[in-house]
């Protein structure tokens, strides 16, 4: 299979390249941080009832991730706010769905041929409802 990469030269390519590669490297640690936290809580099935119960470090992640707080001592007493966080979480899913439609823009533009992208963006798409359909029980 061979695959031709065209190197766009247009201004408009440049800004798309440049935009995906910072809004990327921005955004990389705290998205970093939700898929490891998200996976923690999915093999880890033991629940906290409520954000004091946070003794280890990867419990107060995970109540970050869940909560977005960052549980003190007093959180009973003195419970934090998220408000901050939040508004923070929400612009980077924002801008993380940008970067992403921005790699495919950039996929699309750049390879020939562009079948192997619709195949993975296919079985991207294919693939865990299937698992999700192998796993229900019948």
Not at 24 to 31: A, I, K, Q, R, S
Not at 110 to 131: D, F
């Amino acid at each position: 299979l061979r695959f031709n990469c065209r190197l766009p030269e247009s201004p408009r390519m440049k800004f798309v390249r440049r935009a995906h590669l910072f809004l990327g490297c921005f955004f990389t640690p705290l998205l970093l941080f939700y898929i490891l936290t998200g996976w923690y809580q999915t093999v880890n099935p033991n629940r906290l009832k409520h954000p004091s119960e946070a003794e280890t470090f990867l419990q107060k992640f995970r109540v970050v991730h869940s909560d977005q707080i960052y549980p003190a001592g007093e959180e009973f007493e003195k419970p934090s706010s998220p408000r901050l966080f939040k508004a923070f979480v929400v612009v980077m899913a924002v801008a993380a769905t940008i970067t992403i439609a921005l790699g495919l823009v950039l996929s699309f533009r750049m390879l020939r041929p562009v079948w192997p992208v619709w195949l993975c963006l296919a079985l991207g798409i294919l693939l865990p409802m299937l698992l999700l359909w192998l796993g229900q029980k019948r």
